[in-house]
């Protein structure tokens, strides 16, 4: 049985935190827009053998364009650019219906998670294979409080119960496929694809997640990214130095 593995990156959201007047997924952070930087990434993981990239419709030609000139016509060819949904659940159910049978694994990542890195990628494929789905997750740091509708506080959550969930999350393309059917079946919705997995009754293996894996949401969030970029541009220039 083919064990290919594609990697899905739903970059079709508006980005209304960020408040921008492009779509988040094409800001510019260090010369090159967001959603290239968790491509490239995914492209550099020998085991992924397919991309999805899911665009809003009236990007897809600039989308092409802007993997032409980051990754080449050839690299390019092996990019399947597809359009999203009005919610994230429309864009990965666009991005499945692009898929061929011959993928056993799939791997959804959001573009806003640009600092995704090959360990954690390969982290989530040992255990989605292992496991048959798997989530990274990091724990909670701050004290954790429920609050009442005038935002006043009430109670104290125990953080130790609770786990932010990141991307990229692995699934057998098959299951992922029936979750999504079930969801529309039954009116699901969700932010994530674990849900839909979870409203199937199926188990959700969690793997440690990365901090530097953060959702870039509202204009702060650019701020850093860019800081941490140019860092590891230098690191990687001093590294190179050094040979
Ligand atoms: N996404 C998508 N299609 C949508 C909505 C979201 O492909 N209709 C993608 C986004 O591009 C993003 C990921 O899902 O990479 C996570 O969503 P989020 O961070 O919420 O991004 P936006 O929906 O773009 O931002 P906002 O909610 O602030 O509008
Ligand atoms: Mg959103």
Redo the contacts with the bound molecule.
């Keep these: 049985m083919s064990e290919n593995i594609a990697a899905v990156i ?9 408040q921008a007047s492009i ?3 094409f800001l510019k952070l260090c010369g090159r827009p967001l ?1 290239t930087y968790s491509l490239a990434t995914f492209m550099q993981v020998k085991a992924v053998s397919k991309y999805v990239v ?1 665009v809003p419709e009236n990007k897809i030609k600039n989308t092409r364009d802007i993997c032409s000139k980051f990754f080449g016509d050839k690299q390019t060819k092996r990019i399947n650019i597809v359009k ?5 659940q ?3 159910e666009n991005a499945l219906k692009a898929l061929s049978s011959d993928t056993a694994w799939v791997l959804i990542h ?4 640009p600092l995704v890195d090959n360990k954690l990628i390969k982290r989530v494929i040992d255990n989605t294979k292992q496991y048959g789905a798997a989530v990274p997750g990091i724990k909670a740091v701050d004290t954790l409080k429920k609050i009442n509708l005038r935002e006043n506080l009430g109670s104290t959550v125990n953080r130790d119960s609770i786990l932010y969930v990141q991307t990229p999350q692995g699934f057998r393309l098959t299951t992922l496929r029936k979750a999504y059917m079930q969801a529309r079946q039954k009116s699901l919705f969700a ?1 994530d694809d674990a849900s839909l997995i979870q409203a199937l009754g199926k188990p959700v293996k969690v793997v440690l997640g990365s901090p530097l894996n953060f ?3 509202f204009p702060e969030d650019k701020i850093l990214t860019t800081a941490i970029l140019n860092y590891k541009r230098k690191k990687n220039v001093e590294n190179r130095s050094r040979l």
Excluded: H, N, Y
């Design positions: 739903v970059a079709a959201g508006k980005g209304e935190r960020m779509p988040k997924a959603f899911v999203g949904g009005d919610c994230r429309v864009s990965v959001d573009a806003a998670r932010t959702k870039v949401t």
